[in-house]
């Protein structure tokens, strides 16, 4: 009796652990570079990818959980918040299946980046 209550336990955190949606996240990145790492969205939340406009020519992009009434529309963020200073300007559009929020532009990218300059800066040394 006990096995049988242990085996719907596990089946049952396998179903809920199994809707839980991963997504890509980047607080903010520049142009094509936007370093990322995967987070699980909380119940209500998809997958989004944020582009936007920065002082009128720097693109900007985000990547993260966001929560379905706020997807598929375009934002001014100004700064200070209560003044009509826009800072940038940021259209968020969702999708809803894991990892959907396109493939990293970096991941563990500075990493990478640090290994190669060590092995070029081993090769000029020696």
């Known amino acids: 009796m006990n096995r049988i209550v242990l085996q719907l ?20 990145g520049f142009w094509n570079l936007c370093i ?3 987070v699980t969205c909380a119940e209500g939340e998809r997958c989004f990818s944020g582009n936007g406009t920065a002082a ?3 693109d900007i992009r985000m990547k993260g959980c966001l929560a379905k009434a706020e997807c598929n529309v375009t934002k001014d963020v100004n700064f200070p ?10 259209t968020k559009t969702c999708c809803n299946s894991n990892l959907c929020n396109s493939a990293p532009g970096i991941s563990g990218g500075p990493l990478v980046l640090a290994t190669v300059i060590a092995l070029l800066l ?3 040394l020696s």
């Open 56 to 58: 009128g020519f720097m």
């Open 81 to 90: 918040s209560s003044s009509n200073t826009t800072i940038y300007k940021m």
């Open 36 to 38: 990322t790492k995967t």
């Open 9 to 28: 336990f596990a089946v049952g955190v396998c179903f809920a652990l199994g809707h839980a949606l991963q997504c890509y996240e980047c607080k903010i």
């Open 122 to 124: 081993t090769n000029m």
